[in-house]
């Protein structure tokens, strides 16, 4: 149930005109996927062409990635001596505030592999208003033969990246979904300026599906044009620490943060984590989250203007709330994916009725 | 199209938004071998698609923002369709074997490789077609001109039913002048002398019917003497309509037959005379001769210069004789009326006239309760074939719908009127109800004998005649106003 006394909104109604104005309306508008993703779409489209029988997969709702860490080193933290920073609010600049999800989805199971639906959810917030644009949806079919030529094509004619290391296996998903994403936060960062970009997960960088090279190349993007990154994770285990920092114990009321660097250079260590890591408590209750930041300026000035631009929903941006939202797949979604795939010759079957018209009404499972 | 469900007599289809638009009362054929089943479509509603919610919501919370889609595949327009996509409820009207139509079949056409199309209406017209020679075009029905046959009228109980404005007296006047044209003779009750223009078309001229309509108008040129109206229905018309008590009646049947026997034939003045002359309780006397001072007043009785009934009906090959009740006062019109049927009866029981049609609009303005069983089970049999015309279809005993071979019904709104009126045993509630809430101006669904058990919906075609009957308007014409 969504309290009223948990969204927040700091920011106040601006007029256009004001300071800091003229750089937010100069933005340029998203207009050019069709160029960006030339590649990706060409290959995608020749990859649907193999699709011919394929089983409709039930619908699932996105799990969460989770962390997966050691729980001893939670209990060694909890020896530590934190302190918390306040986030000012008063005074604190109206910025644009730009929010970047990505979803994916199992559309069907083909004969020799899966067929993928991927959307990104790009929000907008700035004087002018509020501004979705859904990027997609791209939709795939991976092959064991394919995966690297549709992998590669993600990134251009000459993609950086070790496509030997890459199989249809049960990560296949995270992963294109992933890079997918990274690919649209690198062409956000650079289309916009002095702009709070907020994603989705950390800025953690090693695993196949955030190789260390595009995370940096992320970040490098991003600086020279005064655009600070705030990757906000909604499950790390770290906001289990939020029950032992607790307002009392740190002496502050929110919103506050806590620099969590230190512990997370100590933890991770199959990842390299690109920036400073805090323990982010936006609003009052219990509700914090792990925010990887990677600023040009004072991370606390980014939050306090964060607060002052977008509003919060249990401590976390409305924005990434949307982007969210507009990106995820709906059960429509899949039945008129699949209705494109037949319009391509693709025939699809369920399952289950498979096994009903076998076994049923002798196997009741 | 494709089915989605069959419960009972409904069938449900799944239609994607953009194909060829359906109207209520349409049928669809779905077609799969060698045979076909007929359906008609009584509704349609959104399909229930699933997470509909979730994405009304979404869309009710994006109004106001600024949205736009890279959409590289198009999906969003499939996905559009998808949750736009209709649940068409039909009902089940019979299979198609050998090009007739059968209620017998026990068959199902398969849910993915039957064919689903509209039905033509030279189909459904051929399905609906009766044994009959005399056609009457009715109107227009599937982009077809829809025809009945009088032959399904003669001997029928007939009801044409819906709110004010709708169509009623249209398709009345449609009806009857076809049917005088075929020889038929028809009296009608008006009660809003609607009908005492059919001698004239629309703009002035002389009409078609002109040398076959008759107005009679009781006071006027329709004035009966009490000998040929008889003592049957002299009592019946003090006992019914003027509440006189049984003694009463007793003590008039005895001046009646003393009259008769003194004077050689009954008068009303001699009726009135004998009253104020003979011994009987004054009690009696004051009763039965405010009664008859009552109905002198009326100016329908005229003992010198009466008009005789069978002769106005045997003055032709047929026509419409219209008894302009729109002038006279409430018991006045019972009085005419009690009259009219009772001669008729007596008229068609000696053979002294052809069968006729009776048309009663809103009988119950004028029609005493035991007529209406009568109506239908004796006169009937005797060759009074009635076609009753209502907007307030409660004041139809329920017994009436039930054993009506015909109905037209135009559109209905209020729900109690609609219970009523699906009580009629041609066809299912839903069918009625779902249809006749939604019927435009002039629309009708036809159901019963006229049409094989077929329910059609009919735009009822225009009838060139001077309609007369409009509401007089304090402003003028609407729509100058």
């Known amino acids: ?365 | 199209m494709k089915i989605l469900s069959k419960n009972g007599d409904t069938i449900e289809l799944l239609a994607s938004p953009d194909e060829e638009p359906l109207i209520r009362g349409d049928y669809i054929l779905i077609t799969d071998g060698g045979r076909s089943l007929l359906a008609q479509v009584i509704d349609i509603e959104y399909a229930d698609v699933p997470g509909i919610l979730e994405d009304v919501l979404r869309e009710l919370a994006s109004e106001h923002l600024s949205i736009k889609n890279f959409d590289p595949y198009g999906v969003g327009s499939i996905l559009l369709n998808v949750r736009d996509s209709r649940r068409i409820i039909a009902k089940f009207r019979g299979v198609i074997v050998d090009g007739s139509l059968r209620n017998d079949i026990i068959w199902l056409p398969s849910r993915f490789n039957s064919r689903i199309e509209k039905a033509s209406p030279e189909l459904i017209s051929e399905l609906m077609r009766t044994c009959g020679r005399r056609r009457i075009v009715v109107g227009e029905c599937m982009s077809g001109m829809v025809s009945i046959y009088a032959e399904d009228l003669d001997g029928r109980l007939t009801i044409i039913t819906g709110k004010k404005e709708t169509g009623k007296s249209y398709l009345t006047k449609l009806l009857i002048t076809s049917l005088a044209e075929y020889g038929a003779t028809v009296v009608v009750f008006d009660i809003n002398g609607e009908y005492i223009g059919l001698s004239e078309t629309v703009d002035g001229s002389v009409s078609r019917m002109a040398g076959r309509h008759y107005v009679l108008t009781p006071g006027e040129n329709f004035r009966v003497s009490v000998e040929d109206a008889g003592l049957k229905t002299m009592t019946d018309i003090l006992q019914y309509i003027l509440a006189t008590p049984a003694t009463t009646i007793r003590e008039f049947i005895r001046i009646w037959s003393s009259v008769e026997r003194n004077e050689g034939r009954v008068t009303l003045r001699g009726l009135i005379n004998a009253v104020s002359r003979m011994q009987m309780h004054e009690s009696v006397r004051e009763a039965l001769m405010s009664r008859l001072l009552s109905l002198s007043e009326t100016g329908f009785f005229d003992d010198e210069n009466p008009v005789r009934v069978e002769d106005v009906l045997n003055s032709g090959s047929g026509g419409i004789i219209v008894i302009d009740l729109s002038k006279s006062i409430h018991q006045t019109k019972k009085i005419i009326v009690e009259y009219v049927l009772s001669k008729l009866s007596s008229l068609l029981r000696e053979g002294a006239i052809d069968p006729l049609f009776l048309v009663a609009e809103e009988a119950h303005l004028y029609l005493r309760e035991t007529y209406w069983d009568d109506l239908v089970t004796r006169m009937r049999h005797i060759g009074i074939f009635p076609i009753f015309v209502t907007n307030q279809p409660d004041s139809i005993p329920e017994t009436i719908y039930r054993q009506a071979d015909n109905i037209f019904l135009f559109n209905f709104t209020n729900e109690s009127d609609l219970n009523y009126i699906a009580k009629a045993s041609r066809v299912d509630s839903d069918t009625v109800k779902r249809i006749a809430k939604m019927l435009p101006p002039r629309h009708c669904l036809i159901i019963g004998r006229i049409v094989n058990d077929l329910p059609v919906v009919v735009r009822v075609r225009e009838v060139e005649l001077r309609a007369m009957g409009e509401t007089r308007l304090l402003f003028g014409k609407r729509r100058g106003s």
């Open chain 1, 1 to 365: 149930m969504l309290k009223l006394s948990n969204i927040y909104k700091h920011r106040e109604t601006s007029k256009i005109g004001e300071a800091g104005d003229m750089s937010q309306l100069a933005q340029p508008s998203l207009n050019d996927f069709e160029t960006v993703f030339k590649p990706f779409l060409e290959v995608g489209r020749r990859s649907l062409g193999l699709v011919n029988g394929a089983y409709s997969t039930e619908f699932d709702e996105e799990n969460f990635a989770q962390n997966d860490w050691d729980l001893r080193l939670i209990e060694q933290a909890e020896q530590l001596d934190v302190s918390a920073t306040s986030i000012p609010i008063e005074g604190a600049v109206d910025r644009q505030v730009v929010a970047i999800d990505t979803s994916s989805i199992v559309v069907a199971v083909g004969r020799d592999g899966i067929i993928l639906g991927i959307r990104g959810g790009i929000a907008i917030r700035n004087m002018l208003g509020l501004e979705i644009q859904r990027v997609g949806p791209f939709i795939v079919y991976l092959t064991p033969e394919n995966i690297t030529s549709i992998l590669g094509s993600i990134f251009g004619d000459l993609p950086p990246l070790d496509l030997s290391s890459y199989q249809l296996d049960g990560s296949i998903q995270k992963t294109l979904a992933s890079l997918l994403e990274k690919r649209l936060q690198e062409y956000v960062v650079k289309q916009f300026k002095d702009s709070i970009i907020l994603v989705d997960g950390s800025l953690s960088a090693g695993p196949q599906d955030n190789p260390i090279w595009l995370v940096s190349r992320i970040l490098e993007e991003a600086r020279p044009r005064g655009n600070d990154i705030l990757a906000f994770s909604k499950t790390s285990i770290l906001q289990f620490w939020s029950s032992i920092f607790t307002d009392d114990r740190l002496g502050a009321k929110p919103p506050y943060i806590i620099d969590m660097t230190w512990l997370i250079e100590r933890l991770e260590m199959r990842v390299r984590v690109l920036g400073r890591t805090f323990l982010a408590r936006l609003s009052s209750g219990l509700s914090a989250y792990r925010v990887d930041v990677a600023t040009c300026r004072r991370v606390e000035e980014v939050f306090g203007s964060l607060l002052k631009s977008d509003s919060l929903i249990y401590g976390y941006p409305e924005l990434l709330i949307l982007a969210h939202d507009y990106c995820t797949f709906t059960k429509n979604d899949v039945i008129a994916i699949q209705a494109m795939l037949r319009k391509l010759g693709a025939e699809f079957f369920r399952e289950d009725s498979i096994r009903d018209m076998l076994f049923n009404p002798i196997d009741r499972r």
